[in-house]
């Protein structure tokens, strides 16, 4: 008598959930989640940008177009929140966390590959982690993931796969060198994975690209293609978010080969609102200019060069809206993001306000997936609204950064920096022009309310003092061990 394994138990009876369920679904849908890194909301063609991007055009034209889809203003926040459903506020992820933190993503949380690995679904991960690796309790293949690819950390360079340092490519945990440019490699991995799945189950595709993330680094052939961009910067950044957008194109089309686009949900977002000069505050900009005209680039020490860095060369295009990455503005947190679904969802503009913390409730809905009743939600599923059957309750959307916390219940925003009140109402005012604080002190005074409901988890970085002896640098030469080599055992 053969014996079955745990995984094809739990597919049995997850098919039995789908077959006999109201919505009838013959089988349970492959996901797909594609995260960009850094991009802006007119880095993509179907926003308006100059920048080609058919792939991604494609998906909106013939998906759910999420025209209010707001992330949070850096990485490991959003990646915490997609992850948990959870605001960063509760889990105490609120920035990037650096390359020297010993924190992580709280390991007694349950995440989104656990609660698939547990449906039945063959959980695998290709590009960037960024949510803790100083322990081996804290990676992804501990966490959910039965293959991963990729790096722990934050930025690398495309071509030497290096962050702060050491060499920061892996595949399942061992350190791998391997010659190629980043986007080019994820992409094969995630092909592979693709082509080599356990046909028995449902797959579960988390790919984090690490595109368009600084440094500014692409093929010489695909930059060509934008020589009408007379800026260097924007010019290469053009030519990474095309490299993103072809690989995306080469992982559906794998998908349609192999028979399962139409019962594969693909949701593509970016992690956070665009890098560029204007992203950053007057006074930050004004610094850089100043020290640059006293020493020239690059700048004399680790830190300020990478400040400099990350204010001077960002190539992106947040449209009309204001500010961009790091920032609680629109430019910060409002970002591309489709869903597709060919069998099930309709072509469709969404114009309601949804979050990257209702992504994990979303799935686990149309998976059906029963989430932990003792483990707090700060999102909500849409699944409903993808649908076009309903409309599922929007949860105020609490967000922070380095500077404050913002919270929108549309079509309320409120942000807070250094204690002071900033109310915009978003559908008079989407650019944040008009500041209505004094106008409506009770609207103020309830959305402070709404963040205050939101404990404060302990933070999970170093103090910035030590994250500034030992800079997050992008790529460059190596002076220490890869980063996978260096982590400490911990079950």
Not at 12 to 25: A, K, P
Not at 47 to 66: F, H, K, M, Q, Y
Not at 205 to 212: G, I, N, Q, V
Not at 391 to 401: A, G, I, L, R
């Amino acid at each position: 008598m053969k014996t079955l394994s745990k995984g094809s138990v739990c597919f049995g009876l997850l098919l039995c959930t789908f077959v006999f369920s109201d919505r009838t679904l013959a089988e349970p849908p492959n996901i797909v989640l594609i995260v960009a890194d850094d991009m802006g909301w007119k880095d993509v063609g179907y926003n308006g940008s100059e920048i080609r991007t058919p792939n991604i055009d494609a998906l909106a034209a013939g998906g759910v177009r999420l025209n209010n889809f707001y992330v949070h203003p850096t990485c490991s926040p959003t990646r915490a929140s997609l992850m948990t459903g959870q605001s960063p506020r509760r889990h105490g992820i609120n920035h990037a966390i650096a390359k020297i933190s010993e924190g992580s993503l709280p390991l007694s949380l349950k995440l989104l590959p656990e609660y698939m690995a547990e449906a039945g679904y063959e959980s695998v991960m290709v590009g960037k982690w960024h949510l803790g690796h100083a322990t081996t309790a804290m990676l992804p293949m501990a966490r959910g993931f039965e293959q991963v690819y990729g790096h722990y950390t934050g930025g690398v360079g495309y071509w030497d796969h290096v962050h702060g340092g050491g060499l920061d490519w892996h595949r399942n945990g061992k350190a791998l060198r391997e010659a190629g440019y980043a986007t080019h490699l994820q992409a094969e991995e995630a092909i592979r994975l693709i082509r080599e799945r356990d046909e028995q189950r449902p797959l579960f595709l988390y790919t984090a690209f690490s595109a368009p993330h600084l440094p500014n680094e692409a093929p010489a052939e695909t930059i060509g293609k934008y020589k009408d961009i007379e800026n260097e910067n924007r010019r290469i950044h053009a030519a990474m978010v095309d490299e993103l957008d072809q690989a995306i194109g080469q992982i559906v089309k794998t998908l349609d080969e192999e028979g399962m686009l139409d019962n594969t949900l693909i949701w593509f977002l970016s992690d956070n609102g665009g890098l560029n000069p204007a992203a950053m505050s007057d006074g930050m900009r004004g610094l850089v200019s100043n020290l640059v005209a006293v020493f020239d680039r690059p700048l004399p020490t680790d830190f300020l060069e990478f400040m400099r860095h990350n204010t001077e060369d960002g190539g992106s295009d947040n449209g009309p809206y204001r500010r961009g990455k790091g920032a609680l503005y629109q430019g910060g947190i409002l970002v591309p993001a489709i869903v597709s679904w060919p069998g099930r969802l309709k072509p469709a503009s969404v114009s309601k306000q949804i979050t990257v913390q209702d992504v994990l409730p979303t799935l686990a809905d149309f998976v059906g997936i029963q989430l932990d009743s003792n483990q707090q939600l700060d999102g909500g599923s849409q699944s409903l609204v993808f649908s076009g059957e309903t409309d599922n309750e929007t949860k105020d959307f609490v967000t922070v950064s380095l500077d404050g916390n913002a919270v929108l219940r549309q079509p309320w925003k409120l942000v807070l920096i250094d204690g002071e009140s900033e109310l915009y109402n978003l559908e008079e005012d989407p650019y944040e022009m008009l500041n209505r604080a004094t106008e409506f002190p009770e609207i103020v005074a309830d959305l402070r309310d709404a963040i205050d409901q939101i404990p404060e988890g302990e933070a999970v970085n170093p103090p910035l003092f030590r994250v500034m002896l030992d800079m997050d640098r992008f790529g460059g030469e190596e002076d220490r061990a890869p980063w996978a080599d260096v982590v400490q055992i911990v079950q």
